[in-house]
């Protein structure tokens, strides 16, 4: 059952265009067809050059989505310790949740969750939302400035393949979602972005990569949200 749900995951993955390893950081800006086109920050705000900021302002659209499936940006982290997890580690919790799992549903199932997330430290989260392209473009250049100064999260994606009718998907990642003050810290940073941005109510899902990993999407067989927390931005009707 292990070996089902991993490939499961990896075929949702390959399903979106997405490769299974696209997380990977890259030490400059780089493209690589069928991957994420990266930037990463050497030293937060310090390494911000005159090539970096121009990726800084580059939008979505400007992008051949046909080569690229993210457009990422990183900062290094104040902790390494609850990484976005390795083919080692997500394939420990894959096991430990599927020898855990049977019988449980709801609110047993959700505190088993977050014990394997807490055991194995795989405390990752990101705040994500889904967008028309035209909305991105206004909104993911602030974001990615926001990550690259340091104020927002350690780092944010925007990209995918969803159906038309929803656009593109943003996700700002957080180092520990059992970290109620910087959960609502960078909540509260994005909502700021999107709103002074955009204008418009738009709504943000915190989802742990542990449920991910673990298969906990919509309609999952034991009945646990697929998001631990919603939170529609604020609107100010000037757009």
Not at 131 to 153: F, K, Q, Y
Request: proline share 5%.
């Amino acid at each position: 059952m292990v070996k089902t749900l991993r490939e499961g995951y990896q075929q949702r993955e390959r399903q979106k265009g997405i490769p299974c390893q696209y997380h990977r950081p890259a030490k400059h800006c780089q493209s690589q067809k069928g991957s994420g086109l990266f930037l990463s920050m050497q030293q937060g705000n310090q390494a911000v050059r005159s090539p970096c900021k121009g990726f800084l302002k580059l939008k979505p659209s400007q992008l051949d989505w046909e080569k690229y499936c993210f457009l990422i940006i990183r900062v290094p982290r104040t902790e390494n310790i609850n990484g976005e997890a390795s083919q080692e580690n997500t394939e420990a919790v894959t096991d430990a949740w599927e020898r855990s799992c049977l019988g449980l549903s709801g609110d047993a199932a959700k505190k088993q969750l977050f014990a394997l997330a807490s055991g194995h430290k795989m405390l990752v989260a990101k705040w994500l939302f889904s967008a028309h392209l035209d909305v991105m473009d206004v909104v993911w250049p602030c974001i990615a400035s926001a990550v690259a100064s340091g104020s927002l999260g350690f780092s944010a994606k925007v990209g995918g393949d969803l159906p038309a009718r929803r656009g593109q998907i943003c996700c700002v990642y957080l180092e520990n979602f059992m970290d109620t003050k910087d959960v609502h810290r960078v909540r509260d940073k994005l909502s700021s972005i999107i709103t002074s941005a955009w204008g418009r109510p738009i709504e943000l899902m915190l989802k742990p990569d542990l449920y991910t990993h673990c298969g906990i999407y919509s309609g999952n067989r034991w009945k646990v949200p697929p998001v631990l927390d919603r939170f529609k931005t604020p609107g100010h009707g000037r757009r």
